[in-house]
């Protein structure tokens, strides 16, 4: 398998990016990424550009792969629709868009949150331009599209968020995780099981095409 992951600095990007290289089953991961991650790997590539709303420049690189794991994302707080709206809908469907034209039998992996609203009428600004960006990808001719909708992620092995408030929550919570791994299984997951998942959904396929977390495992176990 050879994938393409975008986001890979991010917590979940870094899970999609560590479940890959570690498994024997993915040949390849090309890595397009902001900055140079210092990362070294024998099965690991990276791209370094800083324009995200268009690779027709790098096309021929993009062809002849298997996944798509789009892990880029920004926190909503005190931003503009209009600017949160080209990193979570404009920048994706540059992605996904030269992709399924260039890979026609890709799985496309979307990373999305509980509460993106696929009626895309939410007074919610998140949720509404969430909520475009999965119907938009989802209707681009790829083998098949899953979106993860993961709410609490609770990170394994080294693994941190690039937010530092996301970082002191989850050490303020890390006390309360087991319990609410227990109690709260449809919104609670692990880095390490996000990751599986996603190479599970490629491998596997899943019943449904909107995944959270109890799904997330179910995928993860299958792989």
Known sequence: ???????????????????????????????????????????????????????????????????????????????????????????????????????PNMTFVHVSAVGADSTERSRTMWARVKGAAENAIQRLPFRAVYVFRPFFVQPLNGIGSRTGWYNTLYALTRPLTPIMMRLFPRYATTTTEIGRAMIGVVRHGAPTPVLHSQEFRQAANSV
Not at 63 to 68: E, I, K, P, R, S
């Open 1 to 103: 398998m050879k994938i393409i992951l975008f986001g890979a600095s991010g917590m979940i990007g870094q899970a999609a990016l560590r479940e890959s290289l570690l498994d024997s089953g993915v040949t390849q991961v090309l890595s397009v990424v902001r900055s140079p991650s210092g990362k070294q790997h024998d099965k690991l590539r990276e791209i370094v550009r800083r324009d995200f709303s268009d690779f027709s420049d790098i096309e021929p690189e993009l062809t002849g792969y298997d996944a798509c794991f789009y892990c880029v994302g920004i926190s909503s707080v005190g931003m503009k629709e209009a600017d949160y709206r080209v990193v979570t809908y404009d920048m994706p469907l540059a992605a996904a868009s030269v992709l399924s034209r260039l890979n």
